[in-house]
C-alpha cells in the first residue's frame, strides 16, 4: 500500500512540475509551406517587409511564427497551422512599459524569485485578427483585444537559477510562469 502512496505522490509531483516549464523546438521553414491564409495577413498588413518562417513545436502543439522588422521594430506573428492569428508580439524594453504595469510586474516578480535579471521584454496582442491589423497600423479601434506582456529572465528559486518565461497581463498579475527547458545539444564538441 506504502508503494501505492509514493507512487501517486511522485506522479503527480512529476505532472505538476512538467507543466510549469516551457520546452519548445523552434525551426525555419519555407514560404511555400505557409498556409496561404497566413501569407496573405502578412502580406496585407506588412507591405515590403521580408519576413522570416518558423516552423515551432511545443507542449501545446505546433504553430507557424512569421518573424521581421517595422517600422524598426520587431514583430513575431504566431498563426495556427491553418493560418487563423493567435497572437502578434513587439520587442519592447521593460522600461517602455507603463509604469504601473512595470512596478506590479516587479513586485510579483520578487515574490516569486530571490533574484532575477530580465532579458527580454515583448509586447504581446491578442484578439481579433482585423483588430489587431488596425493596432499594428496605428489606428483607434473600438474591439476587443487583449495587451500581454511576455517577459524572458534569468531567476533563482530555491538555490537554483533558471531561465523563465512570465506571461503578465495589462495589470502586471502573473498569468504564466514556465521554466524553459534548455535543449542539450546531441552533438560531440571538441
Excluded at 506522479?11 to 525551426?27: C, G, I, P, V
Excluded at 527580454?120 to 491589423?133: H, M, N, P, R, S
Excluded at 537559477?161 to 497581463?169: K, R, S
Aim: charge should be positive; glycine fraction near 6%.
Amino acid at each position: 500500500m506504502k508503494k501505492y502512496i509514493l507512487l501517486i505522490v511522485l506522479f503527480s509531483q512529476f505532472t505538476l512540475s512538467y507543466s510549469q516549464e516551457k520546452l519548445e523546438r523552434e525551426y525555419r521553414i519555407k514560404e511555400s509551406e505557409v498556409s496561404a491564409k497566413a501569407l496573405q495577413y502578412v502580406e496585407s498588413n506588412f507591405e515590403g517587409v521580408r519576413m522570416k518562417w518558423y516552423g515551432e513545436e511545443n507542449l501545446d502543439g505546433k504553430a507557424i511564427e512569421a518573424k521581421g522588422k517595422r517600422d524598426g521594430k520587431l514583430y513575431s506573428l504566431k498563426f495556427s497551422t491553418d493560418g487563423d492569428l493567435q497572437d502578434i508580439e513587439m520587442v519592447v524594453s521593460f522600461n517602455s512599459i507603463p509604469e504601473n504595469v512595470r512596478n506590479a510586474v516587479e513586485k510579483n516578480l520578487e515574490n516569486r524569485f530571490s533574484r532575477f535579471r530580465i532579458q527580454k521584454t515583448q509586447i504581446q496582442w491578442v484578439g481579433d485578427a482585423a483588430e489587431l491589423a488596425a493596432l499594428i497600423r496605428g489606428e483607434k479601434i473600438a474591439g476587443k483585444y487583449a495587451t500581454n506582456y511576455e517577459i524572458t529572465l534569468q531567476g533563482t528559486k530555491d538555490r537554483r537559477t533558471d531561465y523563465y518565461e512570465v506571461l503578465a497581463d495589462y495589470k502586471g498579475e502573473i498569468i504564466r510562469e514556465s521554466r524553459i527547458v534548455q535543449r542539450t545539444n546531441q552533438n560531440l564538441i571538441y
